[in-house]
């Protein structure tokens, strides 16, 4: 399994920012496929989650109606669409394969919400 994220970056709080997954080294299309961060001193957090083949998404209560994920099964890629970001969404963000975002994990992404 090799996830590789990207696209996070620092933002005032109200923007915005869109991260993608690269995955490779298992059949992509077949599993569900999830979000996790981590803040500094603080565990991890289950962000969401997208079915294989559905539009069935699940959202963490903190996030919901912020954040949207995607999937492109043919590009083998995830998605993760971030609106309206708070201070509080700062984190390392992570993609995994299966529900419950457990690892392995890529190298991650850095999202910085700050004024």
């Known amino acids: 399994v090799h996830l590789e994220e990207s696209g996070g970056g620092m933002v005032q709080p109200g923007g915005s920012l869109t991260l993608t997954c690269v995955a490779s080294?298992?059949?992509?299309?077949?599993?569900?496929m999830s979000w996790v961060r981590q803040a500094p001193g603080k565990g991890t957090e289950w962000v969401s989650a997208?079915?294989?083949?559905?539009?069935?998404?699940y959202y963490a209560d903190s996030v919901k109606g912020r954040f949207t994920i995607s999937r492109d099964n043919a590009k083998n890629t995830l998605y993760l669409i971030m609106n309206n970001l708070k201070p509080e969404d700062t984190a390392k963000y992570y993609c995994?394969?299966?529900?419950?975002?457990?690892?392995?994990w890529g190298q991650g992404t850095q999202v910085t919400v700050s004024s």
């Open positions: 995994a394969k299966g529900y419950s975002g457990s690892r392995p």
């Open positions: 997208m079915h294989a083949h559905s539009s069935t998404t």
């Open positions: 080294g298992f059949q992509f299309e077949n599993h569900v």
